[in-house]
């Protein structure tokens, strides 16, 4: 048997006995999960709140008048509440359940059609995933608004002098990543807010890569939008939510028109829901909404104070062990990062690394990450990216760095 060896007062081989998962094995070795940054896993006691609604209250809500939907309305809008309550906005209904992150953020865009004049700009960094790039990319295209970037250096930290001299009465609009998912680099955001709030533009963070690991707080941050996807931070996938202060989702236009959405209906004319509803066409992922307020309970039950504090180890453990690795090259070392290390080791294609290590059982991402312009930045076709969560051990990283010692033996 395995003794715990991991000498922090974090008790991680408990925590582990929560992910049936991780009990698994891949082509016959255990598995180790190292892809948690594209998502993580899922402990038993949300699993038992999926089950839960499927076995005894599955039913549509904010319709019957029976008793199951009552629960099951109840039950969901206790899991906005405790959304609500995790990132801390001033009303339940500035928290608008959505599909993840890339609806959110389609959500904001589609809304800043009517809101934007030709010339009007929009400024974006040069960290982005896809899914915060194209939506705005779409949006530019439509109003004649210009998309600006946020230069990076080479540790893939963003340049912010020159996001000042970006900044201008033109600018209405600034969306960045709270981390990056490529790199994990942790953005200055307050800064960002600060400074595009002096100009009178409104701020999109995309929490995807922060909400697993950092607690934000909206309101402390003053942020205008605040996007997450529940899958990665022990949830389900297919659901996610969308912070907006209450005057923006006041002043942006529905986007979708549907069931759910409406207060009244005739072919004259229509009117709107009130928020949340107004965003909410149709019959929404209900399990899922109550499965990512387990989430959140799971998730503070352990503590966002101890995760971070447990997976910065495992993040400087790995870094120092990789880098005892010939020719290996760590992508992103900003002195603020989340335990993401993105690599190459000489010319290797990160794509063969990844599959020889898949044979030993070990899971990591391999390619652009959604993040294209971060790997041109680089001039890189791809990186290995092993990712940890606070189910991850040193034990594990142990093992994968052998792995990809082998793998290194094996390619050069
Ligand atoms: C994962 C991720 C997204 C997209 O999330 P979906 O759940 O696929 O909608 C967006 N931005 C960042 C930074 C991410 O890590």
Not at 54 to 80: F, K, M, P
Not at 271 to 278: G, I, Q, R
């Amino acid at each position: 048997m395995k003794v715990a060896s991991t000498k922090t007062h974090f008790d991680v081989e408990t925590i582990r006995k929560d992910f049936p998962i991780l009990s698994r094995e891949v082509n016959g070795k255990p598995l180790v999960y190292f892809d948690n940054a594209a998502t993580s896993q899922t402990p038993q006691q949300v699993i038992d709140a999926i089950v839960d609604y499927y076995t005894r209250y599955n039913a549509n809500i904010h319709r019957g008048v029976h008793t199951l939907s009552q629960e099951a309305t109840d039950a969901y809008e206790q899991a906005r509440i405790k959304i609500q309550e995790h990132f801390n906005a001033a009303k339940a209904h500035e928290i608008i359940l959505t599909s993840g992150t890339t609806h959110a953020i389609n959500l904001v865009a589609s809304g800043f059609a009517s809101l934007l004049k030709k010339n009007d700009e929009v400024i974006v960094s040069a960290l982005e995933h896809h899914s915060n790039i194209v939506p705005w990319q779409m949006l530019c295209e439509k109003t004649g608004a210009k998309l600006k970037v946020i230069p990076m250096n080479n540790e893939g930290m963003l340049k912010m002098e020159e996001y000042e001299k970006l900044l201008s009465e033109k600018t209405k609009l600034v969306f960045v990543n709270h981390v990056s998912n490529a790199l994990g680099t942790v953005n200055p955001v307050e800064e960002i807010i600060q400074k595009a709030h002096a100009v009178g533009a409104a701020v999109l963070l995309d929490g995807a890569q922060a909400a697993p690991h950092i607690k934000a707080d909206v309101q402390k941050l003053d942020v205008d939008f605040y996007a997450v996807s529940a899958h990665k931070m022990c949830g389900p996938t297919g659901v996610g939510m969308l912070y907006g202060k209450e005057e923006w989702l006041k002043k942006l236009p529905p986007y979708q028109g549907g069931g759910e959405m409406i207060a009244t209906v005739t072919f004259e004319k229509t009117t709107y829901a009130d928020l949340p509803h107004k965003f909410e066409a149709g019959t929404p992922d209900i399990c899922g909404g109550i499965a990512f307020g387990a989430a959140l309970d799971y998730m503070n039950n352990i503590g966002f104070e101890k995760i971070a504090a447990y997976e910065h180890e495992l993040l400087e453990y790995a870094t120092q062990k990789l880098l005892e690795i010939d020719d290996l090259k760590i992508y992103g070392t900003s002195s603020d990062k989340t335990a993401v290390i993105s690599f190459n080791i000489g010319e290797i294609h990160p794509y063969d690394i990844g599959t020889i290590i898949d044979k030993l059982g070990i899971a990591v991402r391999t390619g652009h990450h959604c993040a294209q312009p971060v790997m041109d930045f680089f001039k890189i076709p791809g990186t290995v990216r092993a990712s940890f969560s606070f189910y991850n051990t040193k034990e594990e990283i142990d093992t994968f760095v052998e792995a990809v010692k082998k793998a290194k033996q094996m390619l050069s």
